[in-house]
């Protein structure tokens, strides 16, 4: 069983930066690949990025584009993701995920294991 334990969430204004941690507690990943969901009040839960284990290959929702990025540091099994130029709309609970496919579909059913979520506002 994977243990993922989000923080970094918080209030920032407009314009400002938070960065996202995600510590696992599985000792060694042989494969796979971490992801960011987020959902906002009265909406479905949407995929905001995700990088393969291994190979460090990324890819991001549209919307978080040139703005986001995620990284990993294999060492202390942990996930990053740097968040730039955040918006209203980015205004949501943000959960890290994981999948034992190195390069899963953007949906849900593709992570095997959640984590509680953080809570990132940003404000106007």
């Given at each position: 069983?994977?243990?993922?334990?989000?923080?970094?969430?918080?209030?920032?204004?407009?314009?400002?930066?938070?960065?996202?941690?995600c510590?696992?507690?599985e000792r060694t990943f042989s494969s796979g690949a971490m992801g960011w969901f987020r959902q906002a009040p009265g909406k479905e839960r949407?995929?905001?990025?995700?990088i393969s284990w291994i190979a460090g290959s990324?890819?991001?929702t549209d919307s978080v584009k040139g703005r986001f990025n995620?990284?990993?540091d294999k060492a202390v099994n942990t996930v990053y993701l740097q968040m730039n130029s955040l918006r209203p709309e980015d205004t949501a609970r943000y959960y890290c995920t994981k999948s034992s496919s190195p390069f899963p579909r953007a949906t849900q059913g593709s992570y095997d294991y959640?984590?509680?979520g953080t809570q990132v506002t940003v404000s106007t």
């Open positions: 069983q994977v243990q993922l334990v989000e923080s970094g969430g918080g209030l920032v204004q407009a314009g400002g930066s938070l960065r996202l941690s510590a696992a507690s949407e995929f905001v990025a995700r990324t890819y991001y995620i990284s990993r959640w984590g509680q």
